[in-house]
């Protein structure tokens, strides 16, 4: 799907070239349809987003596939001189973040991502949620003329968004007096199954989908924090410079007081595992998230989670 | 090259040594480096690169990004040589009344991309030149790199990725003066043997005199050196060129002088007595 929709909108628009730092398994069949406008750099994250930059001078837009480690950390200052300074449309399309690279290790978890992306002056961050919202940014992310990291997550989901998208608005699924869960990116799977069960206690449960995290929407976060008891904020990503961070920057910078109660990945690298082993081992399951945030067990089922496929 | 191109270009060179000296007084500047480059940096924009001074945004341009961006005041001096950038702009060096300081940015005027962290500007420059192979122009892109700046892996990275994308467009030119910040290179990270280096890397390499026009224009004749194959010219220079109180010393990379020592220093370069220097000698790294 994800192929398919890069495919379409290189064929689309002539400025598009599509890179990789040989990440070709799941744009296999872009190099045959897009010719010239496909750069293989090899095993250089650091050339690629140079020459990504070199590109965008001359008028192209990069969408540099990678993984999301090596793009935001291994070539970080090569984002953030090359593409941010100049404020080049550079678009960094981030593989396996977070969780999701389950099995690789630590050398793979993009769990710093957001923080250090989003300290980049010019630089827009995005999360969607799964395959039918990647599909309803990426038009705007590529039209965006400002350099852009996506923390791609394109599971399938049974979840239906609501299809208007706009850069700096979050997706408000529900609105909850009680409790407010905050999240974005692949946490919304399992934050729809805390927000069921804690619904099934009696709660009134709101959920948002941040969906863009840089730019933040203010407003949305500054009226929820009067109007809902207690804010939680979910991500697979450190404590620092996340989601987190971002809500009490927003409070504290309007003078606003809240309940706000984190869960994010606190001081440590996860437990590398299948996925689904992952989430249990590290508390991120729905139904463990609502537990945390009930304070006591409960009998609700947690569904099974599906395993992702590999992506390198 | 005649005589009178020759002194011309011996000529032009001379006032842009004399506009770098010029800037390496109150806060100062990388005069060592900057000397160094003088000659190259001269002969690129007058003999070399088809970019007019009137189109500067002509789209058929060629190219150049300095890499080893400390050495700006080679290319300040050169812009003004071709009226592009306003002398008096030059005494706004270091004021935060202009957009002049130790690196290279785009508020200056025929400056495409900025600098100052070294190993960027090869793989900005690869980009360029694929993009231009993508496009099908016939720009040529030059990116001047310094030796020291060799160190950094990134140099290498875009060195491969030239070669596997057959950049034929694109030109590195290595200021070989034979110093890093503090020491000489080849007490530091040898890199000698260079040309084998890049050779074995599929780039064609043509070792000059980075100071002698005559081998500049042989250098840049017959571009490319091999169709499919990108080129790098391995230009030995000297550090400081022009003032021998300082040139080819390690200790004299960063350069702050008083008023009186850059008029001493104007003099020596005009074969005047040689400058006595008494300001300590400033390494910033």
Same mark, same amino acid.
């Given at each position: 799907?994800?192929?398919?929709?890069?495919?379409?909108?290189?064929?689309?628009?002539?400025?598009?070239?599509?890179?990789?730092?040989?990440?070709?398994?799941?744009?296999?069949?872009?190099?045959?349809?897009?010719?010239?406008?496909?750069?293989?750099?090899?095993?250089?994250?650091?050339?690629?987003?140079?020459?990504?930059?070199?590109?965008?001078?001359?008028?192209?837009?990069?969408?540099?596939?990678?993984?999301?480690?090596?793009?935001?950390?291994?070539?970080?200052?090569?984002?953030?001189?090359?593409?941010?300074?100049?404020?080049?449309?550079?678009?960094?399309?981030?593989?396996?973040?977070?969780?999701?690279?389950?099995?690789?290790?630590?050398?793979?978890?993009?769990?710093?991502?957001?923080?250090?992306?989003?300290?980049?002056?010019?630089?827009?961050?995005?999360?969607?949620?799964?395959?039918?919202?990647?599909?309803?940014?990426?038009?705007?992310?590529?039209?965006?003329?400002?350099?852009?990291?996506?923390?791609?997550?394109?599971?399938?989901?049974?979840?239906?968004?609501?299809?208007?998208?706009?850069?700096?608005?979050?997706?408000?699924?529900?609105?909850?007096?009680?409790?407010?869960?905050?999240?974005?990116?692949?946490?919304?799977?399992?934050?729809?199954?805390?927000?069921?069960?804690?619904?099934?206690?009696?709660?009134?449960?709101?959920?948002?989908?941040?969906?863009?995290?840089?730019?933040?929407?203010?407003?949305?976060?500054?009226?929820?924090?009067?109007?809902?008891?207690?804010?939680?904020?979910?991500?697979?990503?450190?404590?620092?410079?996340?989601?987190?961070?971002?809500?009490?920057?927003?409070?504290?910078?309007?003078?606003?007081?809240?309940?706000?109660?984190?869960?994010?990945?606190?001081?440590?690298?996860?437990?590398?595992?299948?996925?689904?082993?992952?989430?249990?081992?590290?508390?991120?399951?729905?139904?463990?998230?609502?537990?945390?945030?009930?304070?006591?067990?409960?009998?609700?089922?947690?569904?099974?989670?599906?395993?992702?496929?590999?992506?390198? | 090259?005649?005589?009178?191109?020759?002194?011309?270009?011996?000529?032009?060179?001379?006032?842009?040594?004399?506009?770098?000296?010029?800037?390496?007084?109150?806060?100062?500047?990388?005069?060592?480096?900057?000397?160094?480059?003088?000659?190259?940096?001269?002969?690129?924009?007058?003999?070399?690169?088809?970019?007019?001074?009137?189109?500067?945004?002509?789209?058929?341009?060629?190219?150049?990004?300095?890499?080893?961006?400390?050495?700006?005041?080679?290319?300040?001096?050169?812009?003004?040589?071709?009226?592009?950038?306003?002398?008096?702009?030059?005494?706004?060096?270091?004021?935060?009344?202009?957009?002049?300081?130790?690196?290279?940015?785009?508020?200056?005027?025929?400056? *495409?991309?900025?600098? @100052? !962290?070294?190993?960027?500007?090869?793989? $900005? =420059?690869?980009?360029?030149?694929? /993009?231009?192979? &993508?496009?099908?122009?016939?720009?040529?892109?030059?990116?001047?790199?310094?030796?020291? *700046?060799?160190?950094? @892996? !990134?140099?290498?990275?875009?060195?491969? $990725? =030239?070669?596997?994308?057959?950049? /034929?467009?694109? &030109?590195?030119?290595?200021?070989?003066?034979?110093?890093?910040?503090?020491?000489?290179? *080849?007490?530091?990270?040898?890199?000698?043997?260079?040309?084998?280096?890049?050779?074995?890397?599929?780039?064609?390499?043509?070792? &000059?005199?980075?100071?002698?026009?005559?081998?500049?224009?042989?250098?840049?004749?017959?571009?490319?050196?091999?169709?499919?194959?990108?080129?790098?010219?391995?230009?030995?220079?000297?550090?400081?060129?022009?003032?021998?109180?300082?040139?080819?010393?390690?200790?004299?990379?960063?350069?702050?002088?008083?008023?009186?020592?850059?008029?001493?220093?104007?003099?020596?370069?005009?074969?005047?007595?040689?400058?006595?220097?008494?300001?300590?000698?400033?390494?910033?790294?």
């Amino acid at each position: 799907m994800y192929e398919e929709l890069l495919k379409e909108m290189a064929l689309a628009d002539e400025r598009i070239v599509v890179m990789t730092a040989e990440n070709r398994a799941l744009i296999r069949n872009l190099p045959a349809v897009l010719g010239k406008r496909f750069i293989d750099t090899g095993i250089t994250e650091q050339c690629m987003v140079g020459a990504a930059a070199g590109l965008a001078l001359r008028g192209r837009i990069p969408v540099l596939h990678a993984l999301a480690s090596f793009l935001s950390m291994r070539a970080f200052e090569f984002v953030r001189t090359d593409a941010g300074i100049p404020n080049l449309p550079v678009k960094l399309s981030a593989f396996i973040p977070g969780f999701l690279s389950d099995g690789n290790g630590p050398t793979h978890q993009a769990i710093e991502d957001v923080s250090l992306m989003r300290g980049i002056p010019s630089m827009q961050v995005f999360a969607p949620a799964d395959a039918q919202e990647l599909g309803l940014m990426l038009p705007l992310i590529l039209q965006s003329p400002q350099p852009a990291y996506i923390r791609i997550c394109h599971r399938e989901s049974t979840y239906q968004h609501q299809t208007e998208v706009a850069i700096g608005k979050a997706e408000v699924i529900a609105e909850g007096k009680d409790v407010t869960l905050l999240t974005y990116g692949f946490m919304l799977e399992q934050t729809l199954i805390a927000a069921a069960i804690l619904r099934e206690e009696g709660l009134s449960v709101g959920v948002v989908n941040m969906r863009t995290l840089k730019p933040i929407d203010q407003a949305l976060l500054l009226r929820l924090a009067t109007e809902s008891d207690l804010l939680v904020t979910i991500e697979d990503h450190f404590i620092t410079g996340g989601l987190y961070s971002i809500v009490a920057e927003v409070l504290l910078k309007h003078q606003q007081t809240a309940k706000v109660l984190p869960i994010a990945l606190e001081e440590k690298w996860f437990k590398p595992a299948r996925l689904p082993e992952v989430l249990a081992y590290e508390g991120f399951t729905g139904k463990q998230m609502a537990e945390k945030i009930l304070g006591y067990t409960t009998q609700a089922f947690q569904p099974a989670i599906e395993q992702t496929a590999f992506a390198e | 090259m005649n005589e009178l191109k020759l002194q011309q270009l011996e000529q032009t060179a001379l006032r842009v040594r004399e506009r770098i000296i010029q800037l390496a007084t109150d806060g100062g500047c990388f005069l060592g480096a900057s000397l160094s480059a003088t000659d190259l940096i001269v002969y690129l924009y007058q003999e070399f690169l088809n970019i007019d001074p009137q189109n500067l945004s002509d789209p058929d341009r060629d190219y150049l990004f300095l890499s080893k961006g400390h050495d700006v005041p080679a290319l300040y001096g050169t812009l003004v040589e071709m009226g592009v950038l306003e002398a008096e702009r030059l005494q706004n060096h270091l004021s935060t009344n202009d957009h002049i300081y130790w690196h290279p940015n785009t508020k200056v005027p025929a400056i *495409e991309f900025h600098s @100052g !962290s070294l190993g960027h500007l090869p793989a $900005v =420059a690869v980009g360029v030149a694929m /993009d231009i192979k &993508i496009s099908g122009g016939n720009n040529r892109v030059v990116c001047i790199l310094g030796d020291g *700046e060799l160190n950094e @892996g !990134s140099v290498w990275e875009a060195v491969l $990725v =030239a070669h596997a994308h057959k950049l /034929d467009n694109l &030109i590195f030119v290595v200021d070989r003066n034979h110093f890093q910040a503090n020491m000489a290179t *080849e007490e530091l990270i040898p890199l000698e043997p260079l040309v084998d280096k890049f050779e074995a890397f599929g780039w064609e390499v043509c070792r &000059i005199n980075g100071h002698n026009f005559m081998d500049l224009e042989e250098a840049f004749a017959d571009l490319p050196y091999k169709k499919n194959k990108p080129s790098i010219v391995i230009a030995d220079t000297v550090r400081g060129k022009g003032l021998p109180s300082i040139e080819a010393r390690a200790d004299r990379w960063f350069c702050n002088f008083t008023a009186s020592e850059i008029e001493q220093l104007l003099q020596e370069l005009h074969g005047e007595h040689a400058a006595t220097l008494a300001s300590e000698t400033l390494v910033v790294r």
